[in-house]
C-alpha cells in the first residue's frame, strides 16, 4: 500500500519539470529578437541621409560670393565724384612710344604704352585738400595693367592732379581702354572711372 502512494507523485512531478523547460526557452529567446530588430532597420538609414544632405547644403554659400570678380565692381563705379560744391572727374590721354627707340632686346622699337591720367574738377573750382592717389587700373580686352608702386603725381595748380605713367605693355593702337583711379580722401576710399579711351600712337 505503501509504494502505491508514492508513485502518482513521482509521475506528477517529473510531468511538471517537463512542461516547464520549452517555456522557459521560449522566453529568452523571444526578447533577443524583439530588440535587435529596431536598431538595425531604424538606425542606419537616419544616420545615410543626414550625412548626405547637410554638407551640399553648407557647401553652396561658401562658393558663390568668389563669382563675382574684383574688376566687374571696379568698372560699375561712377564716372564723376561730387564732394560738398566741387564736381571731380578723370581726364586721360594713352599713347604708344612708336618713336624709332631700340627696344629690351636690342632688335627692335619700343613701342609701350604711356599714359597722362588727370583728375580735376569742373567750373574751375580747386580740388579738395588731402587727396592721396595710390592705385590706377587700366583694361583693355580682357587685358590689365595695374600700377600701385611709385606712382609720379604732378599737381597742376590747385585744379588738377596728374598721373604719369610709362613704359606699360604693348597693347594694339586704336584700342579703347577703360581707367580707373582709387585714392583716399577724408579716410574714406574713393573709386573713379573713365571709359573708352582710345590709345593713340606718338612718332
Known amino acids: 500500500m505503501m509504494k502505491l ?9 517529473l510531468l511538471l519539470a517537463a512542461c516547464s523547460e520549452p517555456e522557459k526557452t521560449d522566453e529568452a529567446t523571444q526578447p533577443d529578437t524583439e530588440v535587435q530588430a529596431p536598431v538595425t532597420e531604424g538606425d542606419a538609414p537616419e544616420a545615410e541621409t543626414a550625412g548626405s544632405v547637410e554638407p551640399e547644403q553648407e ?3 561658401d562658393s558663390e560670393p568668389g563669382k563675382v570678380p574684383l574688376a566687374t565692381d571696379i568698372w560699375q563705379s561712377p564716372t564723376e ?3 560738398e ?8 590721354d594713352l599713347w604708344l612710344n612708336s618713336m624709332p627707340l631700340i627696344g629690351d632686346d636690342g632688335t627692335k622699337p619700343s613701342n609701350r604704352l604711356h599714359a ?4 580735376q574738377t569742373s567750373e ?4 579738395p585738400k588731402g587727396i592721396d592717389i595710390f592705385q590706377v587700373l587700366l583694361e583693355s580686352e580682357g587685358k590689365q595693367w595695374l600700377v600701385k608702386d611709385n606712382l609720379e ?4 595748380g590747385e585744379l588738377t592732379l596728374e598721373v604719369v605713367l610709362r613704359e606699360g605693355p604693348e597693347w ?13 580722401l577724408g579716410g574714406a576710399e574713393h573709386i573713379i572711372v573713365q571709359h573708352d579711351v582710345e590709345l593713340g600712337e606718338a612718332f
Open 153 to 156: 603725381i604732378r599737381a597742376e
Open 59 to 61: 557647401a553652396e554659400p
Open 116 to 119: 597722362s591720367v588727370k583728375l
Open 124 to 127: 574751375m573750382k580747386t580740388l
Open 172 to 184: 594694339a593702337p586704336g584700342s579703347r581702354v577703360d581707367i580707373a583711379v582709387i585714392f583716399l
Open 81 to 83: 565724384l561730387t564732394f
Open 5 to 13: 502512494k508514492y508513485a502518482p507523485l513521482l509521475v506528477g512531478s
Open 85 to 92: 560744391d566741387t564736381t571731380v572727374s578723370l581726364s586721360s
